[in-house]
T-cell receptor
């Protein structure tokens, strides 16, 4: 009974490259949430997706960031033309239904932009 | 935007001591949650609170949802070395068109007294 799986665990990108972060929710969960954590900070909401739909992207930066959750396969958070300020830990969480907030988080992807 | 004020920022514990931390907000929340995060890992849900005034225990942990719905506290009794980590409160609200994403405090770092 696997939990939320995120990969890669660590990702190093040069400025200007693209970063792709993957998240497979828990079995039976169709709601996925992405959060970002800067050093010494709490998590900040980015985007909430259900299969093939973006429900709430109010926390996503307007440029360079996008997210998808296709019918088949993991959810992807994509950051284009990364900059140093994108360096952070990115966490994905999943839940079985809307309105359930006791999310299960994955172990995160730590992105370092050099 | 909405913010949670979590205190203390850090504290040192001696094995066997009781520990208290709390979160306050200027906004009303519908749900309060407490998470623990170990280094290099994602947050793990400890306790979820859904009703104002609710007091819930999970082993040595006890948390309460404040009656005003603007605060919550977490107590850890008889602390042990594995309690070390960062504890986050998180609140959920539907106000302002939010789809119910979580707002996190900045965390309380628990360390062992030297």
């Amino acid at each position: 009974n696997a939990g939320v799986m995120q990969n890669p665990r660590h990702l190093v990108r040069r400025r200007g490259q693209e970063a792709r972060l993957r998240c497979s929710p828990m079995k039976g969960h169709s709601h996925v949430y992405w959060y970002r954590q800067l050093p010494e900070e709490g998590l900040k909401f980015m985007v909430y997706l259900q299969k093939e739909n973006i429900i709430d992207e109010s926390g996503m930066p307007k440029e360079r960031f996008s997210a998808e959750f296709p019918k088949e396969g993991p959810s992807i958070l994509r950051i284009q033309q990364v900059v140093r300020g994108d360096s952070a830990a990115y966490f994905c969480a999943s839940s079985p239904r809307r309105g359930y907030y006791g999310y299960t988080f994955g172990s995160g992807t730590r992105l370092t932009v050099v | 935007g909405q913010q949670l004020n979590q205190s203390p920022q850090s504290m040192f514990i001696q094995e066997g001591e009781d520990v208290s931390m709390n979160c306050t907000s200027s906004s009303i929340f519908n749900t309060w949650l407490w998470y623990k995060q170990d280094p290099g890992e994602g947050p793990v849900l400890l306790i979820a609170l859904y009703k104002a005034g609710e007091l819930t225990s999970n082993g040595r942990l006890t948390a309460q949802f404040g009656i005003t719905r603007k605060d919550s506290f977490l107590n850890i009794s008889a602390s042990i070395p594995s309690d070390v980590g960062i504890y986050f409160c998180a609140g959920q609200t539907n106000y302002g068109g939010s789809q119910g994403n979580l707002i996190f405090g900045k965390g309380t770092k628990l360390s062992v007294k030297p």
